[in-house]
């Protein structure tokens, strides 16, 4: 989608090993999001951020960390990836709107990770 | 906190025939809706949202959905569906002003078009 993109698309990797999954704005928006998408249970957030370096648990936050150092980009560290990480990662953004019409969120083309 | 029912997770339709899917949501204060669509191996596209003024929202691909703030419902209808409306739905839900404006979404409905 136009203004956000997701890296890698695809990634194996092995329990245990740490795993970073970016994702990238270009619309300057304060808000940014990761959520995983499972089979029966729709997007569940992960981590969000309001601001630069200024973020929040959501509903399933263990075992993953995230840090946004500046405001085009939010990364989401597996420290210690497990088999139950397996799953579809998606970026959001939403931007403060003065007009309730273009109020809204944007979604990436998502990251789909395999722990092994 | 919030939380988001779609209360079928499988619809299966015959081509021309109308279709709807059901959601219920729960939150302690007002809300913002939206339905996406996911096609097979894609991201989430946004179908139609509710924000404020009329209950009825219409949305792209000739889908819309009622908001009911006193069965705090939102379904989602389209009277004649296509072999290419096969697809997984979500319905979401967005407290107004609340901390974050997280958006919480329903489990998904799947939708299986048949000719």
């Known amino acids: 989608d136009a203004g956000i993109t997701q890296s890698p698309r695809h990634k194996v990797t092995e329990t245990g090993t740490p795993v970073t999954l970016r994702c990238h704005q270009t619309?300057?928006?304060?808000?940014m999001y990761w959520y995983r998408q499972d089979p029966g249970h729709g997007l569940r957030l992960i981590h969000y951020?309001?601001?630069?370096?200024?973020?929040d648990k959501g509903e399933v936050s263990d075992g993953y960390s995230v840090s946004r150092s500046k405001t085009e980009d939010f990364l989401l560290t597996l420290e210690s990836a497990t088999s139950s990480q397996t799953s579809v990662y998606f970026c959001?953004?939403?931007?403060?709107?003065?007009?309730?019409?273009?109020?809204?969120?944007?979604f990436g083309s998502g990251t789909r990770l395999t722990v092994v | 906190a919030q939380s988001v029912t779609q209360l079928d997770s499988q619809v299966p339709v015959f081509e021309e025939a109308p279709v709807e899917l059901r959601c219920n949501y729960s939150?302690?204060?007002?809300?913002?809706l939206f339905w996406y669509v996911q096609y097979p191996n894609q991201g989430l596209q946004l179908l139609l949202k509710?924000?404020?003024?009329?209950?009825l929202v219409k949305g792209i691909n000739g889908f819309e959905a009622e908001f009911n703030k006193s069965q705090t419902s939102f379904h989602l209808r389209k009277p004649s569906v296509h072999i290419s409306d096969t697809a997984e739905y979500f319905c979401?839900?967005?407290?107004?002003?609340?901390?974050?404006?997280?958006?919480?979404f329903g489990g998904g409905t799947r939708v299986l078009v048949k000719p």
């Open positions: 959001a953004i939403r931007g403060d709107s003065a007009t309730i019409a273009n109020y809204g969120y944007t």
């Open positions: 619309e300057n928006h304060r808000y």
């Open positions: 951020s309001y601001g630069v370096k200024d973020t």
């Open positions: 939150s302690s204060v007002s809300v913002y």
């Open positions: 509710y924000l404020s003024g009329s209950t």
């Open positions: 979401a839900v967005s407290g107004v002003k609340a901390a974050g404006n997280k958006l919480t």
